[in-house]
């Protein structure tokens, strides 16, 4: 099973709803990632989670709010967004570095297609 | 910030044409990959190729590494319209944890 699963689709929110996304994998994989993509631009890395502990935090607003209840599970806590908050927001996972540096292929979800009105 | 920058930005071909696009980086690399994304999708590893590797095949894949010239390019071969997608150069600096750093894209359309 090579698939990470991201829920929901499709998600609109008013800035002052509080809401949550969602990340599942169940490749044994130690690493995690969040990813916010605008149209037409790669992705931007906004966390990274190794071993369940936040090992890298892009700089991002406090409005962003990342957990990690197991190692299967990835969550992001959304709060007070803007309108420029609205993209694709993807969910990466990889092996971690027990893999090895060779190992740092990773497996994308779906994506959350957030719209903030 | 973004390590590597893709060339061209979008590419049109007819079916059974091949496709090239390149990537160039700034840093040195541990390995370099390329994804593929449809639109509106995740992104797919198509394969990776390590420091000390000069070309890579796999399918209708060629991939060659640069690394004195820090670039990279992907050759899609007898292109299909099912290849229509962004097409991504991931770059995988030392000392960078678990960090990818993603290439800008290039966009390719294959008209059947």
């Known amino acids: 099973d090579t698939e990470v699963t991201q829920t929901p689709k499709h998600l609109v929110m008013g800035m002052t709803n509080k809401k949550s996304l969602k990340c599942e994998q169940h490749m044994g994989h130690r690493a995690m990632y969040w990813y916010k993509q605008k149209a037409k631009k790669p992705p931007e890395l906004m966390f990274v989670?190794?071993?369940?502990?936040?090992?890298i935090n892009e700089s991002v607003p406090s409005r962003f709010s990342p957990e990690c209840p197991n190692s299967s599970l990835l969550n992001l806590h959304l709060h007070a967004l803007q309108p420029e908050d609205s993209a694709l927001y993807l969910c990466?996972?990889?092996?971690?570095?027990?893999?090895?540096?060779?190992?740092?292929?990773?497996?994308f979800g779906a994506g959350t297609r957030l719209s903030v009105l | 910030s973004q390590q590597g920058e893709e060339d061209p930005q979008a590419l049109s071909i007819q079916e059974g044409e091949n496709a090239t696009m390149n990537c160039s980086y700034k840093?040195?690399?541990?390995?370099l990959q390329w994804y593929r994304q449809n639109s509106g999708r995740g992104l797919v590893h198509l394969i990776l190729i390590r420091s000390n590797e000069r070309e890579k095949h796999s399918g209708r894949l060629r991939v060659t590494l640069d690394t004195s010239k820090k670039s990279s390019s992907l050759l899609i071969t007898a292109s299909r319209a099912a290849d229509t997608a962004s097409y991504f150069c991931?770059?995988?600096?030392?000392?960078?944890?678990?960090?990818?750093?993603f290439g800008g894209g290039t966009r390719v359309l294959v008209k059947p």
């Open positions: 989670y190794s071993y369940e502990k936040l090992s």
């Open positions: 840093t040195s690399i541990n390995n």
């Open positions: 990466a996972s990889s092996q971690g570095l027990a893999g090895g540096r060779a190992k740092n292929i990773q497996y």
């Open positions: 991931a770059t995988d600096p030392p000392a960078a944890g678990n960090k990818l750093t």
